[in-house]
C-alpha cells in the first residue's frame, strides 16, 4: 500500500507534472491511501473556495488513516529516537512515519531528507 505525504498531494492539486500523473493513475488503485495529518495539513492550507472544493473532492476518493493508540506510540518512538541523535523531523511528520510504519505502508514523498532518518520506514521518492 502507497501512503501520500502532504507534499505530494499539494503537486497533485496544483498539477504540478510529473507527479500528478502518478497520483492520478494511483487514485485509481484501492492501495492508495494517505493519513489524518497529511488532512490536517491539506485543510489547514486552505485559501480559497477553489481549493477547498479540489481539497473536499480528493478526500471524497481517498481513505484516510487515522492516528490510532498503536500509531501513536509507533510516531513517539520515532520521535524520541530521532531527537537522541539530533534529527528531529517536527511533530506532524513523526506522526505521518508512525501511521506509515504501523500500517506497513510505502511513503510516497519529495521530503527524503525528513524522512530517510526514520529506521525501517518504507519510502518511494517522488520525481
Do not use: W
Amino acid at each position: 500500500m502507497i501512503i501520500a505525504d502532504t507534499d505530494v498531494l499539494i503537486d497533485f492539486l496544483r498539477d504540478r507534472r510529473p507527479m500528478a500523473d502518478r497520483i492520478a493513475l494511483e487514485l485509481t488503485t484501492s492501495s492508495f491511501v494517505t493519513t489524518v495529518i497529511t488532512k490536517f495539513e491539506l485543510l489547514s492550507g486552505i485559501r480559497t473556495r477553489r481549493e477547498a472544493t479540489a481539497v473536499e473532492a480528493l478526500f471524497d476518493v481517498l481513505d484516510v488513516y487515522s492516528l490510532d493508540p498503536a500509531a501513536a506510540r509507533r510516531a513517539a518512538e520515532v520521535r524520541r529516537a530521532l531527537e537522541s541523535k539530533g534529527q528531529a523531523i517536527g511533530m506532524a511528520d513523526s506522526l505521518i512515519a508512525g501511521i506509515c510504519l504501523e500500517h506497513g505502508g510505502i511513503l510516497l514523498t519529495r521530503n527524503m531528507k525528513h524522512f530517510s532518518r526514520v529506521d525501517d520506514l518504507t519510502l518511494s521518492p517522488g520525481p
